[in-house]
Every structure is written in structure tokens, then in C-alpha cells.
Nanobody
Framework: QVQLVESGGGLVQPGGSLRLSCAAS????????MGWYRQAPGKERELVAT???????NYADSVQGRFTVSRDNAKNTVYLQMNSLKPEDTAVYFC???????????????WGQGTQVTVSS
């Protein structure tokens, strides 16, 4: 069984920073892309940032230049460094990963449980 566990959310003032972490654990054979999505109240879930196993990154226009996604392949962990936070960044942030479990012949998408990020003064 594969699990993704996020940490690092919380309340921060506008202009502040937070760092989210997401660790994948369980019977993992291989991890391809990892990334972050977010969902604000009343809105659909949207992509924030992704990173491939080789380190190529992709960002939503709204976070480009403020957020940085990175990963530690040895720890099966993906990070999201969020700087210059704005109230509109308030959302539940979900970790996402494309994983091949032990004994499987294909990759599938796994989701974390989500962590709340609130940007408010």
C-alpha cells in the first residue's frame, strides 16, 4: 500500500513564506512525476507545480516566480517552498504523485490528504 503524507501548512501573513513537504511511503517500486495541487472554497482543484523524476518543473502562472517545487528522490519526498504569499493563495494543498507500486506493471496517481494554507492578516 502506498501513502502520501503532507505537512507544513498553517496560517501566515501576506508576504510571508511557508514550506510544504510530502513524503511517499509503502510498497513503492518507482516514482515518476510529483507535484502539488490546491483547492480553494467553491473552486475546482488546480495545478500548482509539478516536478519530474529528472527535475524538470512546471508552474501555474499564478505562482511562477514565487513558489519553488523540489524533490529528494532518496527520501521519496516532494517540497513546495512558497514565498510572497497572497490571500488568494489560501486553499487546501494536495500532494500528487505518479507511482508504480511493488508488484504492479503500471503507474497510477496517488493523492495526499491535503493540508490547509491560510494567508491572512
Amino acid at each position: 500500500q502506498v501513502q502520501l503524507v503532507e505537512s507544513g501548512g498553517g496560517l501566515v501573513q501576506p508576504g510571508g513564506s511557508l514550506r510544504l513537504s510530502c513524503a511517499a511511503s509503502g510498497s513503492i517500486f518507482s516514482i515518476n512525476a510529483m507535484g502539488w495541487y490546491r483547492q480553494a472554497p467553491g473552486k475546482e482543484r488546480e495545478l500548482v507545480a509539478t516536478i519530474t523524476s529528472s527535475g524538470s518543473t512546471n508552474y501555474a502562472d499564478s505562482v511562477q516566480g514565487r513558489f519553488t517545487v523540489s524533490r529528494d528522490n532518496a527520501k521519496n519526498t516532494v517540497y513546495l517552498q512558497m514565498n510572497s504569499l497572497k490571500p488568494e493563495d489560501t486553499a487546501v494543498y494536495f500532494c500528487n504523485s505518479f507511482i508504480m507500486a511493488d508488484g504492479s506493471r503500471s503507474y497510477r496517481t496517488y493523492w495526499g490528504q491535503g493540508t490547509q494554507v491560510t494567508v491572512s492578516s
